[in-house]
């Protein structure tokens, strides 16, 4: 009898043993649970607050623009000018790195940032624009274009005849052009039908009867830049 109240309390004691170290077992693994389930909100909290660190930092204007890795940003630091207004000052941008601000008195502050070598974005009162950088203008993605004050778009003369698209819905046909050989060119498309001529090589005007205005446009590659401030892009390219 001695054996087995000895026997029962080494049962008791065994038991107790473990069931200790299970609840150790789920305390420790509870807590494990508990951080991975914090993880999930820790990162928008982290997106959502650069923004705000961008905008707080004080921008450094770079002489040969910013790099970040293994990119090389071109610089757009600087007073530029819309393509309509091309001798007046429409906005001032500052460039750190990838980021980029921009001031006007016109339209306030913005901020915006590199995401490729050659493009950026810029936020204005909460809407979004997309800028395509070349060597002496800006592209934007509403199909309008900025220069550097005081500046001209130098003409690259290529055959204008085809189809062409607006800026801001460059795979969409809205005009179809045709270059005549003594100089004269027509357009066709939903503007109606328009006649102009080259006034120099890759220079010309137009005139649409919908509009008493006549336009002049400049050929740069694969895009014609008119001196409205807006741009075409030519399709099939």
């Known amino acids: 009898m001695a054996g087995d109240g000895g026997s029962k309390t080494i049962t008791v004691a065994l038991i107790g043993a473990i069931a200790t170290i299970v609840v150790a077992l789920i305390g420790y693994y509870g807590q494990r649970q508990g951080k991975d389930k914090s993880s999930p909100t820790q990162s928008p909290t982290a997106v959502t607050s650069l923004p705000q660190a961008v905008a ?3 921008p450094v204007r770079l002489s040969t623009g910013g790099n970040s890795g293994d990119i090389n940003y071109p610089n757009v630091s600087g007073a530029w000018a819309t393509g309509q207004d091309p001798d007046k000052t429409h906005y001032t941008i500052e ?4 980021s980029v601000t921009s001031s006007s008195d016109e339209y306030g502050y913005g901020q915006g940032k590199f995401y ?4 950026f974005n810029m936020t204005w009162r909460g809407d979004v624009f997309s800028a395509e950088v070349f060597d002496d203008h800006l592209d934007w993605t509403n199909g309008t274009y900025w220069v550097r ?3 001209r778009l130098i003409a690259e003369p ?3 005849s085809g189809d062409w698209a607006g800026g801001s819905s460059p795979e969409v046909r809205r005009w179809t052009l045709t270059e005549f050989p003594d100089h004269r060119v027509t357009s066709e498309g939903e503007s109606g039908s328009g006649e102009g001529h080259f006034v120099s090589e890759g220079r010309f005007t ?4 919908s509009n008493p205005t006549t336009f002049t446009a400049v ?12 741009y075409w892009v030519r399709l099939g390219n």
């Open 149 to 151: 004050p005081g500046t």
């Open 206 to 209: 137009m005139n649409w009867p």
């Open 95 to 98: 460039q750190t790195g990838a």
């Open 56 to 58: 707080s930092a004080t």
């Open 116 to 119: 490729g070598r050659r493009n």
């Open 219 to 230: 050929m740069r590659g694969n895009r014609l830049y008119w001196d409205n401030g807006t």
């Open 158 to 160: 290529h055959n204008i």
